[in-house]
């Protein structure tokens, strides 16, 4: 079972909307609705921001949006700010282990 | 509020078992949920390297499993991690986490307590 496939890097301006992809197969992303997003600033911990594609936990900003489409996921952030240059993973259920995404680094500009 | 944190020796020489150790406070590990071990080499990604419930029922990364024995102790509410054999490739932060739920043989990727995490760096 192979990482998920996210890019290395995604920029954008303060006030703009960004997108995160996430590609797997159908074993994974395709074949689940259980994928998760994770922001992690330098040194510290995760932070679940989405989960089961699209629910956001408690506390965790509407402009954090996730959804899917075949074997691809999207996390989406709208309204970008200078707290949200951070890396971000997503994850999903597979039937044989919980695999990540490669990770990306968001850089606000 | 849910808190965890990791403990256990920083470096470890090759060949030898690291043991790690999770303390969970402002919840009862007896009363649900699953609880795991992630890792991040540094300056790379995460990894899930397993989890367990309550019960005793485990749950181990295939890539990871021959060499993983995840266990809890519920009257310490906490939960411990060794992974035999270590090589350089086993150096990471890692992190132990509650998931909400496993089965089959994984779990869903819904962490939302994490440790802080810890450092153990494989080196003679």
């Known amino acids: 079972q192979s990482a998920l496939t996210q890019p290395a890097s995604v920029s954008g301006s303060p006030g703009q909307s960004i997108t995160i992809s996430c590609t797997g197969t159908s074993s994974d992303v395709g074949g689940y609705n259980y994928v998760s997003w994770y922001q992690q600033h330098p040194g510290k911990a995760p932070k679940l921001m989405i989960y089961?594609?699209?629910n956001r936990p408690s506390g965790v900003s509407n402009r954090f949006s996730g959804s899917k489409s075949g074997n691809t996921a999207s996390l989406t952030i709208s309204g970008l700010q200078a707290e949200d240059e951070a890396d971000y993973y997503c994850s999903s259920y597979t039937s044989s282990l919980l695999v990540f995404g490669t990770g990306t680094k968001v850089t606000v500009l | 509020q849910v808190q965890l944190q990791e403990s256990g020796p920083g470096l470890v020489k090759p060949s030898e078992t690291l043991s790690l150790t999770c303390a969970v406070s402002g919840y009862s590990i007896s009363s649900g949920y699953y609880w795991g071990w992630i890792r991040q080499p540094p300056g790379k990604g995460l990894e899930w390297i397993g989890s367990i419930y309550h019960s005793g029922s485990t749950y181990y990364n295939p890539s990871l499993k021959s060499r993983v024995t995840i266990s809890v102790d519920t009257s310490k509410n906490q939960f411990s991690l060794k992974l035999s054999s270590v090589t350089a490739a086993d150096t990471a932060v890692y992190y132990c986490a509650r998931l909400r739920y496993c089965s089959g043989g994984s779990c869903y990727p819904d962490t939302d307590y994490w440790g802080q995490g810890t450092l153990v760096t494989v080196s003679s």
């Open positions: 089961e594609v699209s």
